[in-house]
Structure formats: structure tokens, C-alpha cells
T-cell receptor, first 111, second 110 residues
């Protein structure tokens, strides 16, 4: 079954404690991206990757890091989380010109 | 900065009614995608329209891409309670970057 898998689904953490949200896709897609979704602001792109070892900033990259060492995986790293990073996060993957497949989401709370 | 404005933001209707959601931009996109999102889940792709003026039908849903590839509409005929959800349009650039609209929250009552 074609899917994008994110883990964990829910996470509560404290300010400053490094965390990683994993994302994996099984469709051999070149393009992967991370979004955050906040009430009234919609889906905003954090980082994207057009292929292995190629990553670039999206619209709201501050406070986040990513890596793309393998085609299927695209982890999102928060080195020092802050409360303003409390949000619903989605990973997505796609092939060129095709629609995106989204993961189930990760609800992150930073206290 | 490219912006996609959706209207209306909220729509509350009864089963059997028709509705149209609009997605407008001042920018040209290589394609326009529509997604539906249920609470607590990721958006699910409904359709991609690529050619200016293109019309696609998915059962009771009709999607249209504007001639200038800057705007799109989603029309639902005889809405059902199962159509309830958040509808998102997204414009794609040549590099596959997606710009999302702010969404239309549809509630269909029995």
C-alpha cells in the first residue's frame, strides 16, 4: 500500500529538548516536504527536498533542520524546541507534476 | 509571495444542496490541486488540473481550472453528510512547490 508514515503521532516535550519527527515513504518519490498547520494560517512549508542530499528552505524554516540521506526518509529535527513550534506537522511526498501524498500528521506540544 | 485565497472560509448547508468553493490567485501555477482533510488526518488528494480551462469530474464533484491558470473552482452537486470536511486548494510551481489556500470548512447537515 502506497503511504507516507510519520512518527510519532503525538508528542509533548519541554522547551529546549531536541527532538526528531521521522517520515518515510514507499513510493520512490523524489520530492518530499514538511508542513506545519496552524489555525487561521493554513499549511505552510517548512523545508523541502527535491532528491537525495538536496534540501532547501520553505516559507517558515527557522528553528528546524532536515536531512535527506536516503530517498525514502526525510526526518524533521527541532534542535531546541520552543512553545511557538507547538503545531500540527505533516510530511508529504510526490513525483514531479503529481499530487502529494501526506502522512497522518504529528501533533507536537512544547511546554 | 504567491497567495491563494479561498472563499468562502466556512460553509454550512443541508444535504441535497449544491455549493461552489473558489480558489483565486494573482499568480500563474503549473497545476492546481484540490485536497480534502478530515479532523486529525492528513490532506487527501482529490484531483489535479493542469490545463487552462480544464474541467474534471469526480462523481458529484466538478473541478475547473481557470483559462489563465490563476484560479479554480470546486462545485459539489447534491451534497451529502460524507462531504463534510476541510477543502484545500494548492497551486504547484514548476519545481513542485505547493502553495496552499487557507481552506474552506464545509459542514453538511442531514
Amino acid at each position: 500500500e502506497a503511504q507516507v508514515t510519520q512518527n510519532p503521532r503525538y508528542l509533548i516535550t519541554v522547551t529546549g529538548k531536541k527532538l526528531t519527527v521521522t517520515c518515510s515513504q514507499n513510493m520512490n518519490h523524489e520530492y518530499m516536504s514538511w508542513y506545519r498547520q496552524d489555525p487561521g494560517l493554513g499549511l505552510r512549508q517548512i523545508y523541502y527536498s527535491m532528491n537525495v542530499e538536496v534540501t532547501d528552505k520553505g516559507d517558515v524554516p527557522e528553528g528546524y533542520k532536515v536531512s535527506r540521506k536516503e530517498k525514502r526518509n526525510f526526518p524533521l529535527i527541532l534542535e531546541s524546541p520552543s512553545p511557538n513550534q507547538t503545531s500540527l506537522y505533516f510530511c508529504a511526498s510526490s513525483s514531479h507534476g503529481e499530487g502529494a501524498f501526506f502522512g497522518q500528521g504529528t501533533r507536537l506540544t512544547v511546554v | 509571495t504567491q497567495l491563494l485565497e479561498q472563499s468562502p472560509q466556512f460553509l454550512s448547508i443541508q444535504e441535497g444542496e449544491n455549493l461552489t468553493v473558489y480558489c483565486n490567485s494573482s499568480s500563474v501555477f503549473s497545476s492546481l490541486q484540490w485536497y480534502r482533510q478530515e479532523p486529525g488526518e492528513g490532506p487527501v488528494l482529490l484531483v489535479t488540473v493542469v490545463t487552462g480551462g480544464e474541467v474534471k469530474k469526480l462523481k458529484r464533484l466538478t473541478f475547473q481550472f481557470g483559462d489563465a491558470r490563476k484560479d479554480s473552482s470546486l462545485h459539489i452537486t447534491a451534497a451529502q453528510t460524507g462531504d463534510t470536511g476541510l477543502y484545500l486548494c494548492a497551486g504547484a510551481s514548476d519545481t513542485d512547490k505547493l502553495i496552499f489556500g487557507t481552506g474552506t470548512r464545509l459542514q453538511v447537515f442531514p
